[in-house]
Every structure is written in C-alpha cells, then in structure tokens.
C-alpha cells in the first residue's frame, strides 16, 4: 500500500493563477481532508469529504474547491492564487470517524505564491 | 482564546531524561483526544489516543484531566529519535479534529 499519496512536492505560483493539488490514498478510506500549515501553526482543516460525491467546508475553505468523485481522489483547486496561500497542504484519509479511527496523512505540498 | 493551547517549547532534554508535555483545551464538549508526531519537514502520524484512565505505550504515557481541560504526554528514558514536534489534537463535538501548534523535543547526546 502506498498510503496517501500527493502531487506536486513543491510549487511556486505567481498571484493569480490556478493549480490543482492532487490526492489519491489507495486505503478504501472513506473520509478524506485537505489541511494548510503556517509556520508556527497548527493544522487548519480546509475541506473534507465523507465520502464520493459528498464534500463540506472546514475552518478555512475560502480561495479553495474540492471534488470527490471516486473513493480514492480528492483533489484541491486554487482558482486565484494570493500570497496567504503560501502554505503547506497536507491530505489526509481515515476510515470512519475522527473519534475511533487515525488519520493518514500525505507527505504534503510545499506551496508558495508570489 | 485559542481552542487547544500548547506550549512551543522547544524542549532540549538528555538523553534519558524525562520530559513532560501539557497541552489545554478550551470546549469541554471534547470528546477524543491524541498526540500526534511530526517530524521536521515531514507529515504528522498518531502516536496515541488518550483515553480518560490514562494509558501507556512504551515509554510514552498519556494522561486526560476532563476537569481542568488538559492532557499532558510524558516520555521516560529520552531518545535522539524522539526529537520532533508533538501536536496535540482534540475531537470536539463536530467530529473535525483541532491540532495544536505543537511542542517541539530536541533530545541531544
């Protein structure tokens, strides 16, 4: 099992352009989360999804879009990328609940908007 | 006030001493609680779940005080490859975790 897997490692994107992050986890999962990173912060829950076909706002949703449309995939878009969304990006799947289940997180995307 | 507070150390222990974390958390709606491991650069990975008696893993013990709102992770007999960050991660009543900013051990030789 490869776990969570996500695409790119690393991306530089001028302010104004869009890019799509990639997650796939190949664990039958059926929930999946996107998270950033600041330095010095914690984790902040962007979106997440129950399961294919069914996504829901986190803490931070704003600039951002999700899709589910298989088990596996949940990509991140960035339609207007701005400067506070300089970030690292952590997907993450588990299999059920938060409360019973861990979640498995990506090796996660190093993104810097200039 | 922030919703789960730890401080950010950083701690710089021995090797085999004994280090202690707490970390606080603000919604007493709080159902599950954890410690999760991050490595420098790296995506964080659960160490253990906290359970209200108290539990043990190795030399890692976790303990839950529901009163006081605090669960604190002690490590005994420090290790150089317990150098990290620790988060501590709370489950309100939302399901959604809340993560800490994390604690941050540097065992040295």
């Known amino acids: 099992n490869a776990g969570v897997t996500q695409t790119p490692k690393f991306r530089i994107l001028k302010i104004g352009q869009s890019m799509t992050l990639q997650c796939t986890q190949d664990?039958?999962?059926?929930?999946m989360y996107w998270y950033r990173q600041d330095p010095g912060m914690g984790l902040k829950l962007i979106y997440y999804s129950v399961g294919a076909g069914i996504t829901d706002k986190g803490e931070v949703p704003n600039g951002y879009n999700v899709s589910r449309s298989t088990t596996e995939d949940f990509p991140l878009r960035l339609e207007l990328a701005a400067p506070s969304q300089t970030s690292v990006y952590f997907c993450?799947?588990?299999?059920?609940?938060?409360?019973?289940?861990?979640?498995?997180f990506g090796p996660g995307t190093r993104l810097t908007v200039l | 006030r922030k919703e789960v507070e730890q401080d950010p150390g950083p701690f710089n222990v021995p090797e085999g001493a004994t280090v202690a974390f707490n970390c606080t958390y603000s919604n007493s709606a709080s159902q599950s609680f954890f410690w999760y491991r991050q490595d420098c650069r790296k995506e964080p990975k659960l160490l253990m779940s906290v359970y209200s008696s108290g539990n043990e893993d190795g030399r890692f013990t976790a303990q839950l005080n529901r009163a006081s709102q605090y669960i604190s992770l002690l490590i005994r007999d420090s290790k150089l490859s317990d150098s990290a960050t620790y988060l501590c991660v709370v489950m309100g009543n939302t399901d959604k975790l809340i993560f800490g900013t994390g604690t941050r051990l540097q065992v040295f030789p």
């Open positions: 993450a799947s588990s299999y059920g609940l938060a409360n019973d289940n861990e979640q498995f």
């Open positions: 664990m039958n999962h059926n929930y």
